[in-house]
């Protein structure tokens, strides 16, 4: 599958089937899932696979009693290991942790779906909880919980906001037709390209023709 069809097709859901994901599948998932950036190449993200009933009833009430996550086979726990960030980058340890593990998770959600499999990120947990429940160290700080599974739900189509209303050029609030970062897609300067396009084609046309007159020219004295 390409890379666009597992973005366009990944979809979040809330219900999963009896079907077991076989290990394997997991392991590819979290091999894709290391492949992710990360601050200083530290790789702090650290994977823990629940696949026990228990436990993956006890994650399901952590994370606001949405029972439907305990149903998943799988849940993998993306946690960053904060010791060497810590270490290396000290109040942005944190963050760095966030970003890195988000890179993670996001890959494991695309290479779910390139597999046939579906996902649901999950972000609101009590954090205390998972702690206890999974007796993380005190270096771990939890950042998402993965459902993997198979499901029969369909998707619907994906609502987003036109991108364009969202991004800015060199500074906020500059638009594309406001800015000078791409200015061949001004309107005044798009006319001109079209114009210079127009005439360089005649020119063009001229220097093949003397090009070709020259070799004749040749060919002539050759013989």
């Not at 597992?6 to 290990?23: C, G, P, Y």
């Not at 086979?73 to 944190?94: G, H, K, M, Q, W």
């Not at 210079?196 to 020119?203: I, Q, V």
């Not at 004749?216 to 050759?222: F, N, P, V």
Request: proline share 2%; net charge negative; aromatic share 8%.
């Amino acid at each position: 599958m390409e890379l666009d069809n597992s973005i366009n097709q990944r979809f979040s859901v809330k219900s999963f089937i009896d079907k077991k994901v076989d290990l394997d599948s997991v392991i590819k998932l979290l091999e894709v899932g290391g492949k992710a950036p990360s601050a200083g190449n530290l790789q702090d993200w650290r994977f823990i696979v629940v696949t026990d009933e228990g436990k993956k009833d006890e994650i399901a009430s952590a994370c606001m009693d949405q029972v439907w996550i305990g149903q998943a086979p799988v849940l993998i726990v993306v946690c960053s290991d904060l010791t060497n960030l810590r270490r290396f980058y000290e109040d942005r340890a944190e963050i760095y942790g966030i970003e890195d593990c988000s890179a993670a998770t996001e890959n494991i959600l695309l290479k779910a779906t390139d597999m046939g499999l579906n996902s649901t990120w999950v972000s609101a947990f009590d954090e205390d909880e998972i702690v206890r429940i999974l007796r993380t160290p005190d270096s771990y700080k939890v950042i998402s919980v993965i459902a993997i599974g198979y499901s029969e739900e369909k998707a619907d189509e994906k609502q987003r906001h036109d991108i364009k209303t969202l991004t800015y050029y060199n500074e906020y609030g500059s638009s594309t037709s406001q800015s000078n970062a791409f200015p061949l897609v001004k309107e005044e300067n798009v006319k001109a390209v079209k114009e210079a396009a127009k005439e360089s084609k005649g020119f063009f046309e001229k220097l093949k023709e003397k090009f070709s007159n020259v070799r004749d020219e040749l060919k002539k004295e050759e013989e």
